[in-house]
């Protein structure tokens, strides 16, 4: 049955990988590459890449980071579907990725075949992800088994707590929600207290999974 061709576009700065996904993509003959990237700058300034349909990104990427690229793209390119591919199958990576509007999370180490078909399932409306990483989700969504009492946070905390889970600086934090920087930093320290935590990630992970984001 004839298909239309997917378009895809890579954002990878190995060049080593960046050529093994460009091989996958080529040898498709329902893929067409519209670009192959080092950065999400080059991506971005590129007027081809708005023709995209699936675009493959890593993670560690020099510049912007690809977390804080599937947060662009959502915000500019709304139709653009996003899976990543990269070598990180930590929760904090996971989440914050699919947080921001990553649609599929997969592991480099996958087979070409098992690749290329993450790529039709995106654009089927699916959701590709290699096992290990569909484990991980469907671990988080179920019940927790700690008997830690419920986590009350004010309307200040949760505030600052979604605003921690974009990713900005305790600078930016402040400036949208019209306090200092010191402020944030107070009400950070309160929020770890009481959710136990000694970083971003935990917190994100945390308030995630007690549903305070």
Request: glycine share 6%.
């Amino acid at each position: 049955m004839d298909r239309r061709l997917i378009k895809v576009s890579t954002v990878e700065d190995n060049e080593f990988m960046r050529e093994g996904w460009e091989e996958i993509i080529n040898s498709q003959d329902d893929f067409l590459l519209i670009g192959s990237y080092e950065s999400c700058e080059d991506a971005f300034a590129d007027d081809e890449f708005k023709f995209t349909n699936i675009a493959l990104m890593d993670i560690e990427l020099p510049g912007m980071n690809g977390i804080e690229g599937v947060k662009y793209i959502r915000e500019n390119y709304p139709d653009m579907i996003v899976v990543m591919a990269t070598v990180f199958d930590d929760n904090e990576h996971v989440f914050e990725a699919i947080r921001n509007g990553a649609i599929g999370y997969m592991l480099k180490k996958t087979n070409p075949e098992t690749f290329s078909n993450a790529i039709r399932t995106a654009m089927d409306g699916g959701s590709p992800m290699t096992p290990e990483i569909a484990r991980k989700v469907i671990q988080f969504m179920q019940p927790q088994k700690s008997d830690d009492p419920e986590v009350q946070l004010t309307e200040r905390e949760q505030e600052i707590l979604k605003e921690l889970a974009t990713g900005k600086s305790y600078k930016d934090i402040g400036d949208s929600i019209f306090l200092s920087e010191d402020g944030v930093r107070y009400h950070i320290r309160n929020i770890y207290q009481k959710l136990h935590v000694n970083s971003r990630s935990q917190a994100v992970a945390k308030g995630m999974k007690q549903k305070l984001i």
